[in-house]
């Protein structure tokens, strides 16, 4: 297992380049580095020597001196293809596996690929075609990213094992793909195609490989058909009879076997499961018969543990029962995550991921990973096993719509009356919140409209009757991907190579030819596997029925957590993000930690890791959230000018930086139009006056608040129901607004008044509830989703004494502008304006309300995110 960098049709490349990006993944090596140049190619490598240590460096080139290659990986097979290579007259100088790729490809091609039995990520430089191959295993279990700074026909491609290597590149600027952060939010998964959450960076899929040429471009072909044969394999239905258990569990010993080759210690990963447990056990027959492969174990077996004492994810009397059949012959590793420590390694997991996890789950194989480090250098894990052998409840309910498709009526209402227990487990929660009447919550609801309009059209299902079919599309697109990128990068951030022996290119054809019986029977999973381990594994562990594996106790670990997850979703930077409502997800998570929301703890982790992922990758220091606006120009779908009556007037927005409670507004006004005249000479010469954004002063005035500081009582939120927006805005429609209108106004007096204004309708007349509860009332904002951070989250009361505020600020404009700026002045106007209105809280110019309404009745300041709050107004005179 290795760390892979290089480049491809880049001119500009070179060593330097090529050490830049093998540094950035220096833990997947540690044993060692190499480098390799020539024309527009370049091969960087470290390394993690597992196999001939002695002589397997690499970059390394075949005998004949025509291919050079680089790889991450182990092949299992590599002995017996290196005597059918030798058969064919190729040499070799080396006992590595690395080596046989070489020579496979020599006398195969991509072809050779799909010889290969094993996990690899790799690439081939042609020295007599000049091209680059890049290739990735049939599962997908070694990764492999590449960007093409280029295009299809001239391509420019860097690659890598790891995103971070890319980016350590310094040739192009990280950026968030919004379409897989959709998907991801949305719908659970990331994974399914090649796009990663990087903007440009791609991987290769399962089985596929890429050919980079100066001549012919980039092409990226499939060399291997496995999908295929899988699902013309599930066609064969063979009857499921003792002698097919015999074979398989022949089939995986076998697989086992080969995945204990290695010349520095192997160890296992037990998570009390079934999958790890026969993993655990068979090497312990394998021990007990000294078997020659099971050398690199040693003595001892090392399992590797991760508990929860008290939870009820804990699974330490099944790995205790697995123990148990070990005897002496093994030394067992516990370690106990939690709550603390998954915050004190929260930047790191992240980092150490590069993308989205979907759960906080792999930081439980994340801590078993650490804890390994130092012990042993190679992992056996169970990955696999459930997307081929329905380890997941929700395979159940796949293959019970698939007897109702096939009419297998009698087999169908069988399978459900002996899987009660099962789809008990798979319903209760579901059940439980209809009986509590706790609401269900759509993750849409929490995503900001420009956001999720934009992204409308994404769509994803998944084969929902067909249970081959399902395991096919799990294995290689919907759920194990995922998985597999967990296990790596969990593995290789601490120098660890981990294997998985359930995925076994040979193994796998034989399980799909069998008759799904061989899977699901009489409402057990996995028959096969449990019939194969009869007499091997505590039947403790054997006829488990409730799937936990490598997780974590999320849900008490949120409670513990709790206000550290609620600081995150009410950060300034969450606020900001393009892809949330904040005001919606604050609001939500309040609901579900009360109890009173019908959803998973996992809605708002992929929430908060999208945050954490953005503050990691790809937040750059002081970054703004409005583009710099020239002060000349009007904003965006804005006009500079306005005809009121005879005259034009010219309005011109000002941008200012971010306005916070207790700011000195006299200063930062007076400062900024210093600013502004100093640009636009010429401009003061005639007729100005100053607008002023309402909002601005309420937030320097200390009188806005976040919603989530604002507890709405139950009058609010019953109230805000039947109030419909002012012009002015959002008004009392929401149940913060309300709420700030009732201590301010008083409940009595609202009541009233919402009595009036019903009474009012009836006869006609609009209005009657603001007339009647007062100015200030009507004045009070909410929090709009177009609007600036903190904005789009707060709730604001309106300003106080908006008239004196405007009579200071003219005063300071004066006192501090030159005589020159402020010949011409004619006043200060404290305005409340949007799309929808406008209303004016305070002036002292000559103007009419009504003049200074029309001079704003297109808005110019904006109301997303322009953060102009101030407008000089200049008087053009009649044109």
């Not at 005897?327 to 929260?346: C, E, F, I, N, W």
């Amino acid at each position: 297992m290795c760390g892979i960098a290089g480049y491809a049709g880049l001119k500009s490349g070179n060593q330097a380049l090529l050490k830049k990006m093998s540094d950035a993944q220096a833990h997947r090596g540690p044993d060692g580095e190499g480098y390799f140049t020539k024309n527009d190619f370049g091969l960087g490598h470290r390394r993690l020597a597992i196999i001939d240590r002695a002589t397997g460096d690499q970059p390394m080139t075949n005998v004949e001196g025509n291919l050079t290659v680089i790889y991450n990986g182990e092949i299992y097979n590599f002995r017996q293809l290196r005597l059918e290579l030798e058969g064919l007259g190729r040499q070799f100088k080396t006992q590595s596996d690395t080596e046989v790729i070489l020579q496979a490809y020599a006398q195969w091609g991509p072809a050779g690929f799909d010889r290969l039995n094993g996990m690899f990520g790799l690439a081939i430089f042609d020295h007599r075609k000049n091209q680059l191959v890049l290739a990735r295993d049939h599962f997908g279990i070694k990764p492999l990213y590449f960007i093409n700074l280029g295009s299809a026909k001239k391509p420019e491609v860097l690659f890598a094992s790891e995103i971070k290597a890319l980016l350590a590149s310094g040739a192009f600027d990280a950026k968030p793909n919004d379409r897989q952060i959709y998907r991801y939010l949305k719908f659970r998964v990331h994974e399914a195609d090649a796009e990663t959450f990087f903007a440009g960076v791609r991987k290769l899929l399962p089985g596929e490989y890429a050919i980079v040429d100066a001549k012919s471009g980039l092409k990226i072909s499939r060399y291997s058909d496995l999908p295929d044969r899988l699902s013309q394999a599930s066609t064969k239905h063979l009857a499921y009879s003792h002698d097919q258990t015999g074979i398989y569990k022949d089939k995986l010993t076998q697989a086992i076997r080969m995945r204990l080759v290695s010349e520095v210690p192997v160890g296992t990963c037990l998570s009390g499961g079934l999958d790890s447990s026969t993993i655990v056990l068979t090497i312990n027959r394998l021990l007990a018969e000294h078997d020659s492969e099971a050398r690199a174990v040693g003595a001892q077996q090392n399992t590797f543990s991760a508990v929860f004492p008290g939870s009820l994810n804990d699974e330490e009397r099944y790995i205790d029962a697995t123990l148990a059949l070990c005897g002496d012959q093994v030394k067992s590793h516990k370690l106990r995550p939690t709550a603390q420590s998954l915050l004190a390694d929260l930047k790191d997991f992240i980092r150490t991921q590069e993308e989205p996890t979907i759960s906080t789950g792999p930081y439980a194989q994340y801590k078993v990973m650490q804890t390994a480090r130092g012990q042993v250098t190679v992992l056996l894990d169970g990955q696999g096993a459930d997307e081929m052998l329905a380890g997941y409840y929700p395979y159940y309910i796949v293959y019970l719509r698939q007897l109702r498709r096939q009419g297998r009526w009698l087999r169908l209402v069988l399978e459900i009356l002996l899987s009660a227990d099962v789809l008990w487990r798979f319903l209760r929660w579901r059940l439980y919140d209809r009986l509590r009447l706790r609401r269900s919550l759509s993750l849409s609801s929490l995503l900001a409209t420009e956001f999720r309009q934009a992204h409308q059209q994404e769509r994803f299902g998944v084969v929902g009757d067909n249970l081959k079919r399902r395991f096919i599309e799990d294995i290689f697109a919907n759920s194990l991907p995922a998985l597999l990128r967990y296990e790596d990068k969990n593995a290789m951030r601490f120098g660890l190579e981990g294997r998985v022996p359930f995925l076994d290119k040979e193994v796998l054809p034989y399980l799909f030819s069998l008759d799904d019986r061989a899977v699901i029977r009489g409402s057990w999973n996995k028959r096969i596997l449990r019939d194969a381990t009869k007499g091997l594994l505590p039947d403790a562990v054997r006829r488990r029925r409730n799937k936990i594996g490598f997780t974590t106790p999320e849900v008490e670990w949120f409670k513990a957590l709790a206000n550290d997850f609620y600081q995150i979703l009410t950060s300034e930077s969450f606020g900001r993000r393009p892809y949330f409502d904040q005001a919606a997800a604050v609001e939500a998570y309040k609901r579900f930690k009360a109890g009173r929301l019908a959803t998973d703890t996992m809605t708002f982790w992929r929430l908060i890791n999208v945050e954490l992922w953005l503050r990691e990758f790809i937040d750059r220091p002081a970054a703004k959230t409005a583009k710099a606006k020239p002060d000349l120009q009007p904003n965006t779908g804005k006009q500079l000018d306005i005809k009121v009556g005879r005259q034009t007037y010219r309005r011109y927005p000002l941008q200012t930086d971010i306005v916070r409670a207790g700011e000195n507004l006299k200063m930062l006004i007076t400062k900024r139009l210093a600013k502004f005249f100093k640009a636009a000479p010429g401009v003061a010469d005639r007729p100005w006056y100053l607008f002023v954004s309402e909002k601005i002063v309420a937030i320097s005035q200390g009188r806005a608040y976040f919603i989530w500081d604002v507890k709405a009582g139950i009058w609010a939120r019953l109230l805000s129901k039947f109030v419909s927006r002012t012009p002015y805005g959002i008004g009392l429609g929401s149940p913060w607004t309300m709420q700030l209108a009732i201590e301010l106004a008083g409940l009595p007096r609202l009541l009233l008044a919402a009595a009036a204004g019903a009474a009012g309708k009836i006869i006609g007349r609009r209005g009657v509830f603001y007339n009647l509860v007062g100015s200030d009332v009507r004045a009070i904002d909410g929090p709009t989703a177009y609007s600036v951070y903190p904005s789009n989250v707060s709730a604001k009361l309106p300003p106080k004494d908006p008239q004196a505020v405007a009579d200071g600020l003219a005063a300071a404009v004066r006192d501090k502008l030159s005589e020159t700026e402020t010949a011409n002045f004619g006043g200060v106007v404290i305005i409340d304006a949007n799309d929808l209105g406008r209303n004016v809280l305070g002036h002292n110019t000559k103007l009419s309300v009504d003049q200074l309404s029309e001079i704003f009745d297109d808005n110019p300041l904006g109301q997303a995110n322009e953060r102009t709050p101030l407008g000089v107004v200049v008087d053009e005179g009649s044109k």
